[in-house]
C-alpha cells in the first residue's frame, strides 16, 4: 500500500496505493476513519509514477512480511512489489512502511538482522524504511542491537496502536446495550477469555484448576492447539500437554485436566453458543463480577503494551487485574482510565521478573475468587464510582479524543520520518 503525499494538491491530501483499494484495512483503515483531509485510493498496480515523498505502507505484523505480498517462503519479500515501486525504494523517491500497529512482536535479532539482508539485496537503503509496532520496547532494543554492531544505516520505529482505536469504536456502538441492560444477581465470580494458546494463559488455569475455581467463572479456552490463516498462509501454534507436564511436574494433573475438558467455551445460555467468538458479550459481565485479563504477552518488559482485551471489562463496568507485560496498569492510565488499588493490590505490575510477577498476580486471582458472593459484591460497590468513570471515559471522550490523538500522531511521525530520510544522500 502506498500513501503519496502529493505536494502539487492540497496539503493535507493523501493518496493512497493498495494492494485492493477496495479493502483497506491497518493503520490505513484508522486514518482514513479520523481524517479530515482528503484521501485518494488507487491500486498498487497503477500505472501513475510514484510521487516523489511519498510512503509506501504494507500493513502486516513484522515477522509475517512476506505473508503480507503473499509471497512463497523460498522468494525474497520486496520481490512481489512493482519494479516502479522498487526503483523509488532504491532512489529515496518514496518511503517503506512496514505496518505491524496490529501486532507487538518482542525484538527478535535474526528477523531484524534476515530483514537488512533483505533491504541490502534489493539495493534498499533502511534509512528510508519505519517499522510500525505497538511494542514500545522495540526501537530501543533495536538500536542498541544497531549500536553494538556499528550499523549506521538504521531503519525508523514508531510507536502506533491499531486495534485499540478500532475496537474503541465498536464498544461506542454497543453503549444502548450495556447502558440499558437489566442488572442480575450474578451467578459465576469472574470473567477469563483465553482464545489463542499461550504459555501464561494455560499456567494461569491450571492456576484457576489448582485453587478449584475454574468453575466459578465464564471462562474460555481455545485448546492447547491452533489452526488459523493469515492472508492466505495456514498457520499453527500450541503446545504439547507431555511437554508441559515434563516442563510443569507440579501442575502435571491441572494439565491433564485442563486437557481433558478440551475447548472451553464461555457459553451463558442453551441459545447463544460460542459467545467466545464475540465482539462483546453483555450477559457475561452482568453474570459476574470482574475480569481476569488474559493478555496477549507475559514477558519481562522486551514487550512493552497492553491490548484492546482491556476494553471489554470497562465496557461491561468491570474492575479488572491483568495478566500480561509489566507496566500494564500503567499504560492503561497513560490512556486515561483509572485502576482500582488499593482495594485490589496491583503490585504486580511493577515486577519485571516473569516468573515472580506470575506468582504476584496469580496470589491476587486466588484471593479474589475465594472470596465469598457477598464480598465480591461489596467490592464492586466500593468500586462502583471507578468503574463507572472508566465506562463513561470510554463510550464519550476516549474514541474522539485519546484514538484520534494516537491515530493522528502516527501519520505526524510517518510524515517526520519521510522528512528526515529525504535529508540523506541516498
Request: aromatic residues 10%.
Amino acid at each position: 500500500m502506498l500513501i503519496a503525499h502529493m505536494p502539487e494538491l492540497d496539503a493535507d491530501t493523501l493518496r493512497v496505493l493498495l494492494m485492493d483499494p477496495t479493502k483497506p484495512w491497518g493503520i490505513v483503515n484508522e486514518l482514513l476513519h479520523y481524517r479530515q483531509a482528503t484521501t485518494k485510493l488507487q491500486s498498487v498496480s497503477s500505472k501513475d509514477p510514484i510521487i516523489p515523498g511519498s510512503l509506501l505502507v504494507l500493513s502486516c505484523p513484522f515477522q509475517d512480511f512476506s505473508r503480507s505480498l503473499s509471497l512463497p517462503e523460498d522468494r525474497p519479500d520486496l520481490e512481489g512489489l512493482p519494479d516502479v515501486v522498487i526503483n523509488a525504494l532504491r532512489s529515496g523517491a518514496c518511503h517503506l512502511v512496514i505496518d505491524g500497529a496490529a501486532e507487538g512482536w518482542a525484538f527478535e535479532p535474526v528477523v531484524i538482522e534476515r530483514f537488512h539482508e533483505m533491504l541490502a539485496q534489493f539495493g534498499v537503503s533502511p534509512k528510508v524504511v519505519t517499522l510500525l509496532t505497538q511494542n514500545r520496547s522495540f526501537s530501543k532494543a533495536y538500536t542498541d542491537w544497531s549500536d553494538e554492531r556499528g550499523i549506521l544505516d538504521k531503519i525508523q520505529v514508531i510507536c502506533g496502536q491499531l486495534w485499540i482505536p478500532y475496537i474503541a469504536r465498536q464498544a461506542v456502538d454497543c453503549v444502548d446495550q450495556f447502558e440499558n441492560a437489566q442488572h442480575l444477581i450474578p451467578s459465576k465470580k469472574y470473567v477469563c477469555l483465553n482464545s489463542r494458546p499461550r504459555l501464561h494463559r494455560i499456567l494461569l488455569l491450571c492456576s484457576l484448576i489448582k485453587t478449584q475455581v475454574l468453575d466459578e467463572g465464564y471462562v474460555s479456552f481455545g485448546g492447547f492447539k491452533q489452526a488459523g490463516d493469515l492472508l492466505g498462509r495456514s498457520f499453527r501454534v500450541g503446545f504439547e500437554p507431555d511437554d508441559l507436564r515434563r516442563l510443569y511436574p507440579p501442575l502435571s494433573d491441572e494439565i491433564t485436566y485442563l486437557e481433558k475438558r478440551g475447548t472451553l467455551i464461555a457459553d451463558i445460555s442453551p441459545d447463544q453458543p460460542a459467545l467466545l467468538n464475540t465482539e462483546f458479550a453483555l450477559p457475561l459481565y452482568q453474570d459476574s463480577y470482574f475480569t481476569i485479563v488474559a493478555e496477549s504477552d507475559f514477558t519481562n518488559g522486551s514487550v512493552d503494551r497492553v491490548t484492546e482485551k482491556i476494553l471489554k471489562p470497562i465496557l461491561g463496568k468491570h474492575p479488572f487485574i491483568i495478566v500480561g507485560n509489566p507496566f500494564s496498569l500503567e499504560r492503561v492510565r497513560d490512556m486515561g482510565f483509572k485502576t482500582f488499588a488499593p482495594y485490589i493490590d496491583e503490585s504486580y505490575d511493577q515486577i519485571t521478573d516473569p516468573a515472580l510477577r506470575f506468582k504476584s498476580v496469580t496470589a491476587e486471582i486466588q484471593r479474589l475468587t475465594t472470596l465469598p458472593h457477598q464480598q465480591l459484591k461489596k467490592l464492586c460497590e466500593t468500586l462502583h464510582d471507578v468503574t463507572k468513570y472508566n465506562y463513561d471515559y470510554l463510550t464519550n471522550e476516549f474514541v474522539s479524543g485519546w484514538c484520534r490523538s494516537a491515530v493522528l500522531k502516527v501519520e505526524s511521525d510517518l510524515k517526520t520520518a519521510l522528512n528526515s530520510s529525504k535529508k540523506f544522500d541516498l
